[in-house]
């Protein structure tokens, strides 16, 4: 398992030079669907951390989805934003504010389609799991 951990972190930090190099010219998108960077700080380590992710653009805000392959716990950016008000974001050339709030169960119902629409296997790994996967919604903060 810390093989498969240790390689999933090298795997992302050649994902994020290599957007961050080109402006998301690499990296910046993934089967079609977009990518961006989220910055995040440790709820228990305090270390700062950029996880690269999917997102769904609408309107002003984006919205990221917390699938982690459908795995029966919730993904540690995900745990991490949860405590936090405000954070940032890269997104191809531009690096921004915004505010984090988790999706209420009316806004999860009307986005949900629109994120399998994009990312089809969300649909999959909700199958997987039974926590209901979250949408973090970022706005201009």
Sequence with gaps: ???????????????VAAF??????VGGQIRGARVLLLHHRGR???????????????????????????SHTHPAWFLNLREME???VELAGER????????DDDERAAL????VQIWPDYATYQTRTDRQIPLVL????
């Design 96 to 103: 921004r504010w915004v505010s984090v709030r988790v999706a």
């Design 138 to 141: 970022l706005e201009g903060a």
């Design 20 to 25: 961050r190099l080109t402006g998301g010219r």
């Design 44 to 70: 228990r380590s305090g270390a700062e951390r950029v996880s690269p992710l999917l997102y769904l653009p609408d309107g002003d805000r984006i919205v990221v989805i917390g699938s982690k392959g459908g």
């Design 86 to 88: 405000k954070t940032e």
């Design 1 to 15: 398992m810390k093989l498969r951990t240790a390689a999933f972190q090298q795997l992302t930090k050649v994902h």
């Design 112 to 115: 949900w389609p629109r994120v």
